[in-house]
């Protein structure tokens, strides 16, 4: 572990794993270091904020407050920790100590269906079954979660349209009858249709750096 920080370092690298992802895994760090994963990686130097954590599923008050201090990065896959049965992270105690807390897939061994759009809904859906709260997470966050913090994890300097950043845009067919009605005003529906009703077969055009691609 120490050596994969020296390894980032050298070479300018950032660093990706996963933590606390089951009991299983907090068990063995207790067992073998006496400490809870993230104090363990804490002591290895491998916190930070070139340091992206996916899962963070058993994390207790304490371990998000190391996160948030040290600046590390959280990848929740809600989609696969529901099919694994490993339970859901605490993402709205992660937001509120300031943790940048991104979306991810887990691969197509634990999700199948490499979509974020879908990984945006079942967030939502975790996170408001696990409290029992339907504001729990709003759609708002998610999708933020899904753009600007995902870009922020990364360190990509996107995620927001405004002058000096990277031209990168996802365009939707916002004509398909499942994205319908759109209601604009006092009631406007345009973020709920993105994140409740539209898919990846719903993306028209993709533009990296101001490049279609």
């Known amino acids: 572990m120490r050596g994969m920080r020296e390894r980032a370092d ?3 690298v950032r660093i990706h794993g996963h933590m606390s992802e089951h009991q299983g ?27 992206l954590l996916a899962h963070c599923v058993k994390i207790n008050k304490n371990d998000i407050d190391l ?6 990065h ?17 993402v709205p105690d992660l937001l509120e100590a300031g943790v940048t807390v991104a979306l991810g897939t887990d691969g197509l061994l634990s999700t199948y269906r490499l979509d974020p759009f879908e990984t945006m809904r079942q967030a ?5 079954l696990l409290a ?23 360190e990509n300097d996107g995620g927001r349209l405004l002058p000096g950043l990277k031209a990168d845009l996802t365009m939707i067919d916002m004509r398909k009858p499942h994205l ?18 539209a898919c ?12 279609r691609v």
């Not at 990846?200 to 490049?211: Q, R």
Request: aromatic share 6%; proline share 5%.
């Open 10 to 12: 050298q070479f300018h």
């Open 25 to 51: 895994e907090v068990d063995y760090a207790l067992e073998r270091w006496g400490k809870r994963p993230p104090e363990a990686m804490a002591n290895a130097d491998l916190l930070g904020p070139d340091v």
């Open 67 to 72: 996160l948030a201090q040290t600046g590390t």
């Open 74 to 90: 959280v990848v929740h896959n809600p989609i696969t920790n529901m099919k694994f049965g490993s339970g859901g992270a605490p």
């Open 124 to 128: 939502l859906n975790l996170q408001r």
């Open 132 to 154: 029992e709260d339907a504001t729990a997470l709003s759609t708002f966050r998610a999708l933020e979660m899904a753009i600007v913090h995902g870009n922020r994890a990364l």
């Open 180 to 197: 319908t009605p759109r209601s604009v005003g006092d009631h406007d529906n345009l973020i709920a249709r993105l994140v409740w009703s």
């Open 200 to 211: 990846a077969a719903d993306v028209d055009t993709v533009i990296v750096d101001g490049s």
